[in-house]
């Protein structure tokens, strides 16, 4: 009779452990459908407070769950009969290896691999669904209200900026790429005013601290001051909008996206000359404030630099430079003559004017990407943003290293700061904004869902901690601009 070689008979064993793999994976794959109804129906049969998509999506992820673990179970039987039938093969030759011995080399090392990879997996894949489903469970008692107010509607492109003015009466003002910008009565949402005078994209608007003025930066490298005079329309009454909470979210897609067509602001009076245009840029000028005390004024450039003017002369009084790349934002202490710019270059720069003499600068490192604002409190405190997803509070007495970090998962656009609250607004990239204490704690959501909330990039906020009815802006990509009324109990803000 011949004899079986040794090749052809670890051939033919070979063989046999495909087939009974294959076999056993059939066999669980045939009994996923049955084993997923019969939990079902047990689930279903048992009292249980939660809704019933909520179960079901725990069975499905616990059913996901329990099939990678089975995988790994199958890998790890068949590396157990590579170690038996080398074994066999070995023993005539005297030589034997120790399968617990090898366990802590080849098959520890396999384990750990499968392992580190259903781990990364589970945190990856399972993370954004199951915080959905916790955040579910958490009590609304104490949780912020935010409750949308009015829609402001009559820009035909995006919009960059918005601001509040301080001096009465209080109108909204917001800057467009449509090259306009636009004041806006805050309780009927009407169009009071419309500026012309630039022939780019309006990048920034801020309003005067004592009078009817406000300031413009544009994409076609100038700033303009100009005067408007409003008249604010007869409150109407405001529709009554369901109370969200800012945890709440509604997926919605952008054929929701108010008509561009449509113009609110063309029967509107029009400002078409500045009183003063500051030109000394070489790029767009993306951004510009006031000074305390309103006589000069600063903006920011793309050509990497900050100017500081002099606003009734129109002359350039510094030209403050370092950034290494694009400046996107600048913004001015309320109280003291200090000016924080913010750039690509991953820095934010902080300017003292406080001395009539000399100006002083210091260099702040604490992202790895974009700055894309960087703004004051009252006190002592800087907040800064960034692409890097982070938002960071510092200390100006020490600025070796941040008081608070707050991480998100979207990068971070122009950031505002509530003075009386100390509540940090965050608008983001993927059409959240999101609200924080100044400890990095965080408050609420906005609340964004088919009819309520922004459809695309949402790029700036402003607080306007007096007004009673909105005490917090935010506009954004869709056109729009946003005013809503955020109701912090004070137990949660002590928190």
């Keep these: 009779m011949p004899i079986e070689s040794g090749s052809c008979a670890s051939a033919r064993q070979a063989k046999q452990k495909r087939k009974s793999h294959s076999l056993s994976i059939r066999r669980t794959n045939s009994s996923e459908q049955e084993r997923a109804a019969l939990q079902r129906d047990m689930l279903?049969?048992?009292?249980?407070?939660?809704?019933?998509?909520?179960?079901?999506?725990?069975?499905?992820?616990?059913?996901?769950?329990?099939?990678?673990?089975?995988n790994l179970y199958i890998e790890n039987l068949e590396l157990r009969r590579e170690i038996d039938t080398l074994n066999e093969r070995l023993a005539g030759e005297g030589q034997t290896i120790d399968g617990a011995e090898l366990s802590k080399g080849q098959l520890k090392a396999k384990a750990s691999h499968s392992t580190s990879q259903l781990s990364q997996k589970l945190k990856t894949t399972y993370k954004a669904s199951t915080s959905k489903i916790v955040s579910s469970f958490k009590t609304t008692t104490s949780r912020a209200i935010c409750q949308l107010v009015k829609e402001y509607v009559g820009h035909r492109d995006g919009i960059w900026d918005v601001s509040v003015a301080k001096t009465q009466p209080v109108v909204l003002g917001t800057a467009s790429a449509?090259?306009?910008?636009?004041?806006?009565?805050?309780?009927?949402?009407?169009?009071?005013?419309?500026?012309?005078?630039?022939?780019?994209?309006?990048?920034?608007?801020?309003?005067?601290?004592?009078?009817?003025?406000?300031?413009?930066?544009?994409?076609?490298?100038?700033?303009?001051?100009?005067?408007?005079?409003?008249?604010?329309?007869?409150?109407?009454?405001?529709?009554?909008?369901?109370?969200?909470?800012?945890?709440?979210?509604?997926?919605?897609?952008?054929?929701?996206?108010?008509?561009?067509?449509?113009?609110?602001?063309?029967?509107?009076?029009?400002?078409?000359?500045?009183?003063?245009?500051?030109?000394?840029?070489?790029?767009?000028?993306?951004?510009?404030?006031?000074?305390?005390g309103g006589k000069q004024a600063v903006t920011a450039s793309w050509d990497r630099t900050a100017n500081l003017y002099d606003v009734e002369t129109s002359e350039l009084v510094h030209s403050l430079t370092g950034h290494d790349q694009e400046l996107t934002h600048c913004c001015t202490h309320p109280t003291q003559?200090?000016?924080?710019?913010?750039?690509?270059?991953?820095?934010?720069?902080?300017?003292?004017?406080?001395?009539?003499?000399?100006?002083?600068?210091?260099?702040?490192?604490?992202?790895?990407?974009?700055?894309?604002?960087?703004?004051?409190?009252?006190?002592?405190?800087?907040?800064?943003?960034?692409?890097?997803?982070?938002?960071?509070?510092?200390?100006?007495?020490?600025?070796?290293?941040?008081?608070?970090?707050?991480?998100?998962d979207s990068a971070v656009n122009r950031i505002n700061v509530c003075v009386g609250q100390r509540?940090?607004?965050?608008?983001?990239?993927?059409?959240?904004?999101?609200?924080?204490?100044?400890?990095?704690?965080?408050?609420?959501?906005?609340?964004?869902?088919?009819?309520?909330?922004?459809?695309?990039?949402?790029?700036?906020?402003?607080?306007?901690?007096?007004?009673?009815?909105?005490?917090?802006?935010?506009?954004?990509?869709?056109?729009?601009?946003?005013?809503?009324?955020?109701n912090i109990p004070a137990l949660l803000q002590e928190k």
């Design 337 to 408: 003559r200090l000016v924080v710019t913010s750039s690509r270059d991953t820095t934010f720069r902080l300017w003292d004017f406080r001395d009539p003499s000399i100006h002083s600068v210091n260099v702040f490192q604490g992202h790895t990407d974009t700055v894309t604002s960087a703004v004051f409190t009252v006190g002592d405190n800087v907040v800064s943003g960034s692409d890097d997803r982070t938002v960071k509070v510092w200390d100006l007495k020490n600025m070796r290293s941040p008081i608070a970090t707050i991480r998100t």
């Design 44 to 70: 279903e049969g048992q009292d249980s407070k939660l809704p019933s998509a909520v179960r079901n999506t725990l069975l499905e992820l616990f059913g996901q769950i329990e099939r990678e673990f089975e």
């Design 178 to 292: 449509d090259h306009t910008a636009l004041l806006w009565s805050i309780e009927t949402g009407k169009c009071l005013v419309k500026y012309v005078g630039h022939v780019g994209s309006v990048n920034s608007i801020k309003f005067h601290p004592t009078e009817q003025v406000a300031l413009t930066a544009s994409g076609d490298q100038t700033a303009h001051i100009w005067r408007y005079i409003v008249q604010l329309p007869t409150p109407q009454p405001t529709a009554d909008c369901n109370q969200m909470s800012g945890e709440d979210e509604v997926e919605i897609s952008d054929k929701d996206e108010p008509d561009g067509d449509g113009d609110g602001s063309s029967d509107c009076p029009t400002v078409r000359a500045p009183l003063t245009s500051l030109k000394s840029h070489q790029g767009v000028v993306i951004a510009a404030d006031w000074l305390v």
């Design 423 to 486: 509540i940090i607004a965050l608008p983001h990239d993927n059409r959240q904004v999101r609200l924080f204490d100044m400890s990095g704690v965080r408050l609420a959501r906005l609340p964004r869902s088919n009819r309520q909330g922004h459809r695309r990039m949402v790029c700036c906020t402003a607080w306007c901690e007096d007004h009673p009815i909105c005490n917090l802006f935010t506009c954004g990509f869709d056109r729009q601009a946003i005013g809503w009324n955020i």
